[in-house]
């Protein structure tokens, strides 16, 4: 067990609905990493907040935001949703004080209709 | 844009054999370089490699990074069915030290 929680597991909807994820990190760690798991495109990262504040962006959609909350947890909000979207999303968190790796909840599998 | 390229995309070895496991990288600000271990769900961290040379050791797995050739590699003795995974490696860049992750290796250890 990581330590770090994912919400929910699973969520099946249609195309151009919206969803949210979310994901509470270790405790103690500041930072929140997203990711998306596809099959033909592995693991991609998204975007990073560190103590609230957005630090880094990857290969994140428009169609996509987050956000880190005062508690340091972290929700992806995924709208207008495409077949294509469907993939895991993962969400990892580190003390980047200290420069420990990402740890990695079991993250939300997220099948569109 | 950043690259890793693992090598080779599917490895299928007996229990008991030796794997070695490559990974070479191509990013800017690069600050370390990871290995995970992926089986069925979350990706689990293995190593964090940040000096060349310096062998890292957790039981029957081993890694070490060459910054010269901008590679990794990742040795696994004694094999075990237990060891059937995706092993991942993430180079960390920038200063926001987000991962590039390799495609992947999948390892298929049979009794």
């Known amino acids: 067990d990581s330590g770090v929680t994912q919400t929910p597991k699973h969520l099946i909807t249609a195309t151009g609905q919206r969803v949210t994820l979310r994901c509470s990190p270790r405790s103690g760690d500041l930072s929140v990493y997203w990711y998306q798991q596809s099959l033909d495109q592995g693991l991609q990262f998204l975007i990073q907040?560190?103590?609230?504040?957005?630090?880094a962006k990857g290969n994140i959609l428009e169609r996509f935001s987050a956000q880190q909350f005062p508690d340091l947890h972290s929700e992806l909000n995924l709208s207008s949703l495409e077949l294509g979207d469907s993939a895991l999303y993962f969400c990892?968190?580190?003390?980047?004080?200290?420069?420990?790796?990402?740890?990695f909840g079991d993250g939300t599998r997220l099948s569109i209709l | 844009e950043d690259k890793v390229v693992q090598s080779p995309l599917s490895l299928v070895v007996h229990e008991g054999d030796t794997v070695t496991l490559n990974c070479s990288y191509e990013?800017?600000?690069?600050?370390?370089l990871l290995w995970y271990k992926q089986e069925k769900k979350a990706p689990t961290f293995l190593f964090m490699l940040?000096?060349?040379?310096i062998e890292k050791k957790s039981g029957r797995l081993s890694s070490i990074l060459d910054k010269k050739e901008l590679s990794s590699i990742l040795n696994i003795t004694a094999t075990q069915t237990g060891d059937s995974a995706i092993y991942l490696c993430a180079p960390r860049s920038g200063s926001a030290r987000q991962l590039t992750f390799g495609s992947g290796t999948q390892l298929t250890v049979l009794p």
């Open positions: 990892a968190s580190s003390d980047r004080g200290s420069g420990e790796p990402q740890h």
């Open positions: 990013v800017t600000n690069f600050r370390s």
């Open positions: 907040y560190y103590n609230g504040e957005e630090r």
């Open positions: 940040t000096s060349s040379g």
